[in-house]
């Protein structure tokens, strides 16, 4: 699992250096082109072309759930935690990592964006200890806030063969970083974090807590 560790560390590194230059053209402004409109939730907003779906709603004050994303990292898209609904789209968007286009219409509270996200939770908290009154980031968790708004009360794997959780022994990734595994949701923020001359805090690092 160690050796495991090291090559998702690797990995991901090498990703970053690869990705950044492309992650940062969504946050590009080209004054010479005129802005676009979009719809959040039916609230037109006017907006650069690049800006993602993400930062187009908060400019009209819509908070999306998100695991993986920060504005100071570069951007994953694979919590998908932060779906939400574009008309005329086959399938929910990652809010994150996807650019708006001229006349979008974005919901991100109707049933099919409600669905994602709750399945999305369901796979989350299947191999997550349920744990939170005794553990040490209880009632300051970004995973146990969201948990609230879209997951369940009980879990659909208990009447089928499930031999318990996962239990994987903490990785030492350096001394910015405290892992506790066995609440790691593979939003990767801390290796995204250690590829990056970002510097943060030394903190606990459990994956959102």
């Given at each position: 699992?160690?050796?495991?560790?090291?090559?998702?560390?690797?990995?991901?590194?090498?990703?970053?250096?690869?990705?950044?230059?492309?992650?940062?053209?969504?946050?590009?402004?080209?004054?010479?082109?005129?802005?676009?409109?979009?719809?959040?939730?039916?609230?037109?907003?006017?907006?650069?072309?690049?800006?993602?779906?993400?930062?187009?709603?908060?400019?009209?004050?819509?908070?999306?759930?998100?695991?993986?994303?920060?504005?100071?990292?570069?951007?994953?898209?694979?919590?998908?935690?932060?779906?939400?609904?574009?008309?005329?789209?086959?399938?929910?968007?990652?809010?994150?990592?996807?650019?708006?286009?001229?006349?979008?219409?974005?919901?991100?509270?109707?049933?099919?964006?409600?669905?994602?996200?709750?399945?999305?939770?369901?796979?989350?908290?299947?191999?997550?200890?349920?744990?939170?009154?005794?553990?040490?980031?209880?009632?300051?968790?970004?995973?146990?806030?969201?948990?609230?708004?879209?997951?369940?009360?009980?879990?659909r794997f208990v009447d089928v063969k499930f031999e318990g959780k996962t239990a994987i022994e903490d990785k030492n990734i350096g001394p910015l970083v405290k892992t506790i595994m066995t609440r790691c949701i593979q939003c990767t923020r801390c290796v995204r974090k250690l590829g990056?001359?970002?510097?943060?805090?030394?903190?606990?690092?459990?994956?959102?807590?």
């Amino acid at each position: 699992m160690l050796r495991h560790g090291r090559a998702l560390y690797n990995y991901c590194s090498r990703q970053f250096l690869k990705q950044s230059s492309a992650c940062r053209l969504l946050h590009y402004t080209d004054k010479n082109h005129a802005k676009i409109e979009v719809f959040v939730d039916d609230k037109p907003v006017l907006v650069d072309p690049g800006t993602t779906v993400m930062q187009a709603c908060a400019m009209v004050g819509v908070e999306i759930p998100r695991f993986c994303y920060h504005d100071r990292l570069s951007i994953a898209g694979n919590c998908r935690m932060c779906l939400v609904e574009v008309e005329k789209s086959a399938k929910p968007v990652a809010a994150c990592a996807m650019p708006v286009m001229n006349g979008w219409r974005i919901k991100t509270d109707s049933v099919l964006t409600r669905q994602a996200r709750e399945g999305v939770m369901e796979f989350i908290l299947i191999n997550h200890p349920l744990d939170c009154p005794i553990c040490d980031q209880g009632g300051e968790c970004d995973l146990q806030d969201q948990s609230m708004a879209f997951g369940n009360d009980r879990s659909r794997f208990v009447d089928v063969k499930f031999e318990g959780k996962t239990a994987i022994e903490d990785k030492n990734i350096g001394p910015l970083v405290k892992t506790i595994m066995t609440r790691c949701i593979q939003c990767t923020r801390c290796v995204r974090k250690l590829g990056t001359d970002v510097h943060f805090q030394p903190a606990v690092h459990s994956d959102p807590c």
